[in-house]
């Protein structure tokens, strides 16, 4: 049969439709799967993200809340150069014409859809057509960062995949037009998320290489050309890292723990819902991948070996903390298996193509599901909480606290940022609000900034088991209070309410400065009343 050769790398293509589901173009059906992958998001109000409520009480803030009196008195916006803006730039302003919910909901969508459109048009851009091969990176759109709510970074790694296509396709074009308008994107890249910037730079730096080692040219004057190009695209992004940039809380803080993190890796590359990996479908995805490589179902594009080389290796040695944040070793793994689907192409017959084609359909549509039934559990206790938080006053100072010991073996994560719901229902102050310096541009007012988490290893909510050393202002041998929870110490002396979580079980005692006013089905939510540590000298 005379074949067609299209794309980058001349890889044989084997027609554009696949009989087995009804002549159905795969295009398509990945356009499809980007449906079902977003229907979940629009089933609930609240998806289950664990900072989603922190963020969209920033977004509320950045969309006008700041004009109330009783927020002004705790935050304040500082407008800087900061490159994690994707989502602060967009929602407020999607949220003038749609409302504010809505619009943070087309923005998780947008992040989805980019994942799923973008591998796609990397397929596009190396073999002229997209395939089924498509269908299988649509899965790692729902990776760790994706259900953490790591909103920013999700988004701009999705914005990624399609750049990245795009610097494909245009490499017939003149070689300084395409690099002006690549160093524009890849700036709007850098201001959306720094660390996704630096994806970007290594998926173009490494495809460019490999262009260079095929065509034999690595000591050719392509070379310092192809350099001059790279030097370029991130020159306006260097300088506003070193020059606009607002220096971190806690730039400097770097661990690696690469034996504690390693699973957390694998498990980062797809989840079915916040901490449930999906240890069946991805062990199918990396069966069929080496298989299929070994057997010659499909074919790798030769442009993108150092590609997935580079990748691979950058997820498995990527540092657990770096430049102020965590979980750096969780955002990588998914890039890896979106661009691993992406760099290949079914060789198979339309019959079985179509076979894997309805499969992958049936697992994406089991894997929305998965997801919209635990955020919907979920989403029934956010509305009690917000029920209860309703009696509280306006300008409520809200803590969060763990019951550890009554949670059992129950993700806590998912409750992390409750009390920001304060801030939306009752004009409020949470302490976990994303106000670090040099990363946000909601800000504390410095009265404030006292008792609120500086850094993000001070993100996390403390066990009712720790109240009773930071109510008496003392260390007590807990090296957690010190590195975690300084900004607690005396919380009796300036907040007005704590939330415990207890996720219905038995509930631990809590200290005598804690008066309880409701009693949820996962949550009580107590007074706090001074005592004598209050009292000024």
């Given at each position: 049969m005379?074949?067609?050769?299209?794309?980058?790398?001349?890889?044989?293509?084997?027609?554009?439709?696949?009989?087995?589901?009804?002549?159905?173009?795969?295009?398509?059906?990945?356009?499809?799967?980007?449906?079902?992958?977003?229907?979940?998001?629009?089933?609930?109000?609240?998806?289950?993200?664990?900072?989603?409520?922190?963020?969209?009480?920033?977004?509320?803030?950045?969309?006008?809340?700041?004009?109330?009196?009783?927020?002004?008195?705790?935050?304040?916006?500082?407008?800087?150069?900061?490159?994690?803006?994707?989502?602060?730039i967009?929602?407020?302003?999607?949220?003038?014409?749609?409302?504010?919910?809505?619009?943070?909901?087309?923005?998780?969508?947008?992040?989805?859809?980019?994942?799923?459109?973008?591998?796609?048009?990397?397929?596009?851009?190396?073999?002229?057509?997209?395939?089924?091969a498509?269908?299988?990176?649509?899965?790692?759109?729902?990776?760790?960062n994706?259900?953490?709510?790591?909103?920013?970074?999700?988004?701009?790694?999705?914005?990624?995949?399609?750049?990245?296509?795009?610097?494909?396709?245009?490499?017939?074009?003149?070689?300084?037009?395409?690099?002006?308008?690549?160093t524009?994107?890849?700036?709007?890249?850098?201001?959306?998320?720094?660390?996704?910037?630096?994806?970007?730079?290594?998926?173009?730096?490494?495809?460019?290489?490999?262009?260079?080692?095929?065509?034999?040219?690595?000591?050719?004057?392509?070379?310092?050309?192809?350099a001059?190009?790279?030097?370029?695209?991130?020159?306006?992004?260097?300088?506003?890292?070193?020059?606009?940039?607002?220096?971190?809380?806690?730039?400097?803080?770097?661990?690696?723990n690469?034996?504690?993190?390693?699973?957390?890796?694998?498990?980062?590359?797809?989840?079915?819902?916040?901490?449930?990996?999906?240890?069946?479908?991805?062990?199918?995805?990396?069966?069929?991948?080496?298989?299929?490589?070994?057997?010659?179902?499909?074919?790798?594009?030769?442009?993108?070996?150092?590609?997935?080389?580079?990748?691979?290796?950058?997820?498995?040695?990527?540092?657990?903390?770096?430049?102020?944040?965590?979980?750096?070793?969780?955002?990588?793994?998914?890039?890896?298996?979106?661009?691993?689907?992406?760099?290949?192409?079914?060789?198979?017959?339309?019959?079985?193509?179509?076979?894997?084609?309805?499969?992958?359909?049936?697992?994406?549509?089991?894997?929305?599901?998965?997801?919209?039934?635990?955020?919907?559990?979920?989403?029934?206790?956010?509305?009690?909480?917000?029920?209860?938080?309703?009696?509280?006053?306006?300008?409520?100072?809200?803590?969060?606290?763990?019951?550890?010991?009554?949670?059992?073996?129950?993700?806590?994560?998912?409750y992390?940022?409750?009390?920001?719901?304060?801030?939306?229902?009752?004009?409020?102050?949470?302490?976990l609000?994303?106000?670090?310096?040099?990363?946000?541009?909601?800000?504390?007012?410095?009265?404030?900034?006292?008792?609120?988490?500086?850094?993000?290893?001070?993100?996390?909510?403390?066990?009712?088991?720790?109240?009773?050393?930071?109510?008496?202002?003392?260390?007590?041998?807990?090296?957690?209070?010190?590195?975690?929870?300084?900004?607690?110490?005396?919380?009796?002396?300036?907040f007005?309410?704590?939330?415990?979580?207890?996720?219905?079980?038995?509930?631990?005692?809590?200290?005598?400065?804690?008066?309880?006013?409701?009693r949820?089905?996962?949550?009580?939510?107590?007074?706090?009343?001074?005592?004598?540590?209050?009292?000024?000298?």
């Amino acid at each position: 049969m005379k074949g067609e050769f299209a794309g980058v790398g001349g890889v044989r293509r084997a027609g554009g439709r696949l009989m087995g589901i009804g002549r159905i173009r795969p295009a398509l059906l990945v356009v499809l799967a980007a449906l079902v992958l977003t229907a979940p998001i629009w089933a609930v109000d609240f998806p289950a993200m664990p900072d989603l409520p922190a963020h969209i009480a920033c977004f509320y803030l950045l969309a006008g809340g700041i004009k109330d009196p009783h927020l002004a008195q705790f935050y304040r916006i500082d407008w800087q150069f900061v490159p994690n803006l994707a989502s602060e730039i967009t929602v407020p302003f999607l949220a003038r014409a749609i409302g504010l919910i809505a619009a943070a909901k087309v923005f998780i969508s947008a992040a989805v859809a980019l994942w799923v459109l973008g591998a796609a048009a990397i397929q596009r851009a190396l073999f002229g057509r997209v395939g089924i091969a498509a269908l299988m990176a649509a899965f790692f759109a729902y990776n760790a960062n994706f259900f953490w709510g790591f909103l920013n970074y999700d988004f701009t790694a999705g914005l990624d995949l399609l750049v990245f296509a795009g610097w494909i396709a245009t490499a017939t074009w003149p070689r300084w037009r395409r690099v002006a308008a690549f160093t524009a994107i890849v700036t709007v890249v850098y201001f959306c998320h720094l660390f996704a910037e630096a994806v970007l730079l290594l998926m173009i730096g490494c495809f460019e290489l490999d262009v260079l080692i095929r065509d034999k040219a690595l000591f050719s004057r392509r070379v310092f050309a192809r350099a001059v190009d790279m030097a370029s695209l991130v020159l306006p992004s260097a300088f506003a890292f070193f020059f606009l940039k607002p220096k971190a809380a806690d730039g400097g803080h770097l661990e690696f723990n690469f034996l504690s993190t390693w699973d957390d890796r694998l498990e980062a590359a797809f989840q079915l819902h916040y901490d449930a990996p999906g240890y069946i479908i991805l062990g199918l995805l990396a069966l069929l991948w080496f298989v299929g490589l070994w057997r010659g179902w499909f074919r790798f594009h030769p442009a993108m070996r150092l590609v997935v080389l580079a990748l691979l290796a950058a997820a498995v040695f990527m540092p657990e903390w770096a430049l102020g944040g965590w979980g750096v070793d969780l955002r990588l793994p998914a890039i890896l298996g979106a661009v691993a689907f992406a760099s290949v192409e079914f060789q198979l017959s339309p019959r079985w193509q179509g076979a894997l084609a309805a499969a992958a359909l049936i697992a994406l549509g089991f894997s929305a599901a998965a997801a919209g039934g635990n955020w919907a559990y979920y989403d029934r206790q956010y509305a009690e909480f917000r029920a209860a938080l309703a009696k509280s006053p306006r300008g409520v100072k809200l803590m969060t606290v763990l019951d550890g010991d009554a949670m059992g073996l129950a993700s806590d994560q998912p409750y992390w940022h409750i009390a920001e719901f304060a801030i939306l229902d009752r004009s409020g102050f949470s302490p976990l609000l994303f106000t670090t310096a040099g990363q946000h541009v909601v800000r504390d007012q410095p009265a404030y900034q006292a008792i609120a988490a500086a850094t993000a290893q001070q993100g996390s909510p403390p066990d009712v088991g720790e109240l009773g050393d930071l109510a008496a202002n003392q260390v007590d041998g807990d090296k957690d209070i010190p590195e975690e929870f300084p900004y607690l110490m005396l919380f009796q002396c300036h907040f007005d309410e704590v939330v415990v979580i207890r996720s219905g079980g038995r509930p631990s005692p809590a200290p005598d400065v804690l008066k309880l006013r409701h009693r949820g089905s996962f949550f009580d939510l107590y007074d706090v009343r001074p005592d004598d540590a209050c009292a000024k000298p």
